[in-house]
């Protein structure tokens, strides 16, 4: 299958610290995306990074991609209880397959 | 503004009564897509439309079924719900096949009794 596996699951971290996720998928992409899903909502495009990308940044977050280890990762510098939500990568050859998801707390 | 609209927003059925979901966009996009999710799972895609072509996912069961009546609309359709198939079902939509950000609904929660 090509989904993508997420670590870690769930992560719990002070207001203010910052979180990491990561992506690992097994097949080769066009793009990879990064969505947000709050409890019980429909999913939020956070960001895109082509597959000839290495580093891409908006606002808050930092994506950086690794097509020789299959791997990307997810960065929210200085987080808000705002921020607590799911994430999901999804990866993108000729269909969409979304990862596993990681369940981001964050504690005022 | 609403882009992706889905209705209802929870809907209860009871085991093998048919129920039609449905979303609307006002996207103009030429992709439309159903998603099944399951609790603190990732979506699972059932099927899409490019444009009037359907395409439907090989492990999606045949108790699913699509209609894509114009651009704007689509409906999902469950023949016979059994007690599995109750989850939350997103619609997303994009631009191009594959490549794009999707732009996803609420969802509808069903659930069956």
Known sequence: SQQGEEDPQALSIQEGENATMNCSYKTSINNLQWYRQNSGRGLVHLILIRSNEREKHSGRLRVTLDTSKKSSSLLITASRAADTASYFCATIQNQFYFGTGTSLTVIP | ?113
């Not at chain 2, 009037?52 to 699509?66: G, I, L, M, R, W």
């Open chain 2, 1 to 113: 503004d609403a882009m992706v609209i889905q209705n209802p927003r929870y809907q209860v059925t009871q085991f093998g009564k048919p129920v039609t979901l449905s979303c609307s966009q006002t996207l103009n996009h030429n992709v439309m897509y159903w998603y099944q999710q399951k609790s603190s799972q990732a979506p699972k895609l059932l099927f899409h439309y490019y444009d009037k072509d359907f395409n439907n996912e090989a492990d999606t069961p045949d108790n699913f079924q699509s209609r894509r009546p114009n651009t704007s609309f689509c409906f999902l359709d469950i023949r016979s719900p059994g007690l599995g198939d109750a989850a939350m079902y997103l619609c997303a939509t994009s631009m191009s096949t594959g490549l794009g950000e999707q732009y996803f609904g609420p969802g509808t929660r069903l659930t069956v009794t």
